[in-house]
């Protein structure tokens, strides 16, 4: 039986290891923490990615624990509306996004994975072109080896050297809050350099999102500073915030992955943010990563050819990394007259014609 080892324990590696062993193949997951978890967080899928999870078996699973997303938009921090997605051309083209809180998904995932496949605690410190991968347990051997090790990869040293991400220029607040009054819309807000977004996950609490330009790597700023930039913002936003709990807010530098050459070399393939990091602009990262598992797989029982699986996938995701950078900054933008375009544009711009931006992104059928 041939064997894959997958390095990262994460969606996009566990992802990988399902669709792997739905194609018969025996897989070794490596995962450096010490237990298999998820940050408190919500996360979108999209038609795309649902079509993916079709493949591997468990789109109506995912479904039964998700919400189905069925308005969105953009405002202003007033709340005057910028854009409106069409959510019903969506839906009866595409399929409808949904909505659920990230560690429902990792438990979905991770109880499809064999549990003597997974060994946690293991950290990797070499991965090589000829099928091994060395870790603080010993060597593992396999006839692919898979990086599905996040955005600063030791895997993919091996497929294409040592790659720095880029710093987005703004950080990003994440907190998931339980509102007192119940929260039945969802969407974004820009401001001038900040923007602030909501959804609903299926048990009504409300996963918060926010972002403002910083430097990489200012200390402090948690809920106070939220508070501080957003509070004064439309409704509910600040209703949202006074329901937050300092220790559920998370805050980090959002970064992404310049181009690479080639996700692959001889057996290793590179998957999710260890080969397309991006910002969380278009809420693609995760959907990205499950398209990756579900082609990888299939390409690898094929024929084996992982030139296949790069020449498939190397090109639609670094054009969704770009886009997604393009509109973060877009979105971040500052000057009063650059803000004052930018808006005016949005509202000029017929929701026909943003529903036609979203075909490369969610036209993907496997």
């Known amino acids: 039986m041939p064997k ?4 990262g324990g994460g969606i996009g590696g566990l992802a990988t290891a399902i669709a792997f062993t739905r194609q018969g193949w025996d897989v070794e997951v490596l995962e450096r923490s010490t237990r298999i978890a998820e940050v408190g967080a919500g996360i979108s899928l999209w038609p795309n990615a649902l079509r993916a999870l079709n493949a591997l078996g ?9 919400r189905e997303e069925r308005s969105a938009g953009i405002r202003d921090s007033k709340g005057r509306w910028l854009a409106r997605a069409d959510a019903d051309a969506i ?16 438990d979905i995932l991770r109880s499809e994975v064999p549990e003597s496949a997974v060994h946690t605690g293991i950290s990797a410190t070499e991965a090589r072109t000829d099928g091994a991968v060395v870790h603080s347990a010993g060597t593992s051997t396999g006839d692919v080896i898979v990086g599905a090790d996040g955005i600063r990869s030791v895997v993919r040293r091996a497929v294409c050297g040592p790659i720095e991400p ?24 820009w401001g001038s350099g900040e923007r602030f977004g909501y959804g609903v996950l299926p048990d009504r ?4 999102f926010a972002t403002a330009d910083m430097a990489a790597g200012t200390q402090g700023g948690g809920l106070s500073e939220m508070r501080a930039r957003f509070g004064s913002w439309h409704a509910p936003i600040p209703a949202l915030l006074a329901a937050a709990d300092e220790s559920a807010v998370l805050k980090h530098d959002l970064y992404d992955l310049p181009p690479l050459k080639t996700y692959v070399a001889d057996r290793i393939a590179l998957v999710g943010d260890a080969a397309h990091a991006m910002t969380p602009n278009l809420g ?24 296949r699986f790069d020449a498939q996938r190397r090109p639609r995701t670094q054009m969704i990394v770009k886009r997604s950078r393009m509109i973060g900054a877009v979105g971040q933008l500052s000057s009063p007259l650059a803000v004052l375009a930018r808006n005016t544009l949005l509202r000029l711009t017929p929701p026909s014609a943003q529903f036609k931006s979203l075909a490369p992104v969610l036209d993907w059928e496997g």
């Open 91 to 106: 839906r009866e083209r595409y399929g409808s996004p949904v909505m659920m809180h990230r560690a429902d998904l990792l």
């Open 4 to 7: 894959a080892v997958i390095v």
């Open 166 to 189: 880029r710093y987005s220029g703004y950080t990003a607040w994440r907190v998931v809050v339980t509102p007192s009054e119940p929260i039945n819309d969802m969407g974004e807000s």
């Open 205 to 208: 609490r409300v996963y918060c």
């Open 58 to 66: 468990l789109g109506d699973e995912i479904r039964k624990q998700a």
């Open 284 to 307: 693609q990262g995760a959907c990205q990563a499950l398209e990756d598992a579900v082609v990888l797989a299939r390409v690898a029982a094929e024929d084996g050819d992982l030139a």
